[in-house]
């Protein structure tokens, strides 16, 4: 233990090992490392072009402040609310790659790494610390990067998995015991229960489920209290999964990989969901690479992949990631599920949204936004799923497919859809 006190030291003693022209790599969500980002920001005047490079954080992000263009440059996989302002200024850049294959432009050096600052828990008394609730990425970027940072969070639940990393891995440990962030689960509204609804009918007993996080994701688990033998090979899940776990509804007897076991890349909720992966063997966490990888998630039976979007075309092509030109969230994983839905046996990819934004427009458009990503392509779409119903578009040629989604649009929207699929694509309803 003595061996161990010695690593101890304070945030600003640990970056200072960080200089100009360097790339540094940020833990992710739950795990964001504040205090080395606040020290690492406090260094700025010091410091030139020392490029940042993360997933989805949390916390404030001082760094991205105008004053400290010349000292951080940030590239993001994945856009967050604490760094979408950013973005869309263009203080800060993003990234458009899938989760699955973030690790390998570390392995390679596509993205060489100098430094990687992670949070992780106390370590074992064989001086083990668990990545806890971020593996994802995290284990590509601690071995490839030259130096490891790691705050020694006691908050940070110990994780079955490969999320493990030996302090003789780590280069400085920074004491640190402060809550993890969180995410409250809010109700969900009227639109998105009705919207859960029709997902927990497409969820057959046995299924083996990837879903995501927010109001719909949450409505459709709690529609499936009733269901038998449910498994789970998700990129992430947060606190609805617990009460199916507890219910018994989840035993993962059926899947093929990882039998018995919920596999996840990482969690984000409230402390519940925290507490419940503490020290849970039938959790496994595991890289991203291998929780995303089609050949792994196609394995399993009957793979239902509960995915959302910003919008929709009549054709299927779908957005999940900026509203015209701006970027809003990133790539994720959204394609490497869907796609590895579609191929399981019996599997089923949803994509499910409301028909109408808050402010009452469509989100069932005739075309994409000017400058809108395609996300997932109208090729690689099965089910779209609103408040109105489920249209199932795979194999269904174009007007069968603009048929189909105009009957699960907004019914106050319905005629001008038509009318702008006869105008636009000159396609007559059949």
């Not at 795990?31 to 949390?58: F, M, N, Y």
């Not at 927010?214 to 459709?220: E, L, Q, S, V």
């Not at 998630?297 to 299927?316: H, M, Y």
């Amino acid at each position: 233990m003595k061996k161990m006190e010695k690593r101890y030291v304070s945030p600003a003693e640990a970056v200072q090992i960080v200089k100009s022209g360097d790339r540094v790599f940020i833990h992710s969500a739950a795990a964001t490392p504040t205090v080395l980002l606040q020290a690492l920001t406090d260094r700025a005047a010091e410091l030139r072009d020392v490029e940042l490079l993360s997933i989805h954080t949390e916390g404030p992000s001082p760094y991205a402040e105008d004053q400290y263009a010349d000292s951080f440059k940030i590239n993001t996989f994945f856009v967050g609310p604490n760094i979408r302002e950013y973005v869309n200024s263009g203080r800060a850049s993003y990234i458009p790659v899938f989760l699955s294959e973030i690790p390998r432009l570390f392995k390679t050096g596509l993205k060489r790494l100098d430094v990687a600052l992670v949070t992780v828990s106390p370590p074992n008394k064989k001086g083990y610390c668990s990545l806890g609730c971020n593996v994802d990425v995290s284990n590509a970027a601690i071995d490839n990067a030259h130096y490891v940072i790691a705050v020694v969070n006691p908050q940070m639940p110990r994780v079955h998995g490969n999320g493990i990393i030996h302090i003789d891995k780590i280069h400085a440990m920074v004491k640190h015991d402060a809550p993890l962030y969180t995410l409250d689960p809010k109700p969900p509204t009227d639109v998105e229960q009705r919207i859960g609804q029709y997902i927990s009918e497409l969820v057959e007993d046995g299924a083996t489920l990837q879903m995501g996080i927010g109001g719909i994701p949450n409505a459709a688990i709690a529609n499936l209290t009733g269901h038998k033998n449910l498994g789970v090979h998700t990129e992430m899940f947060s606190d609805g999964l617990v009460e199916l776990v507890e219910r018994g509804v989840v035993t993962g007897m059926n899947k093929v990989t990882d039998t018995g076991k919920i596999v996840t890349s990482f969690v984000f909720g409230t402390r519940k969901v925290y507490d419940f992966v503490d020290e849970n063997p039938i959790v496994e966490f595991r890289d991203a690479d291998y929780v995303n990888d089609v050949r792994v998630i196609r394995q399993n039976p009957k793979v239902t992949a509960i995915n959302s979007a910003l919008e929709v075309d009549v054709f299927g092509q779908v957005c999940a990631d900026s509203i015209g030109t701006k970027q809003y969230s990133g790539v994720g994983g959204q394609m490497d599920f869907v796609r590895g839905a579609s191929l399981s046996d019996g599997g089923k990819p949803i994509i499910a949204l409301p028909s109408r934004t808050r402010k009452g427009i469509s989100r069932i458009v005739p075309m994409l936004k000017t400058g809108a990503d395609v996300t997932t392509t109208r090729a690689h779409v099965h089910y779209i799923v609103t408040e109105f119903g489920v249209a199932y578009l795979y194999g269904k040629n174009l007007q069968e497919r603009a048929k189909a989604m105009i009957e699960i649009a907004h019914p106050q929207d319905r005629e001008s859809l038509e009318k702008a699929v006869w105008q636009q694509y000159h396609l007559k309803q059949r």
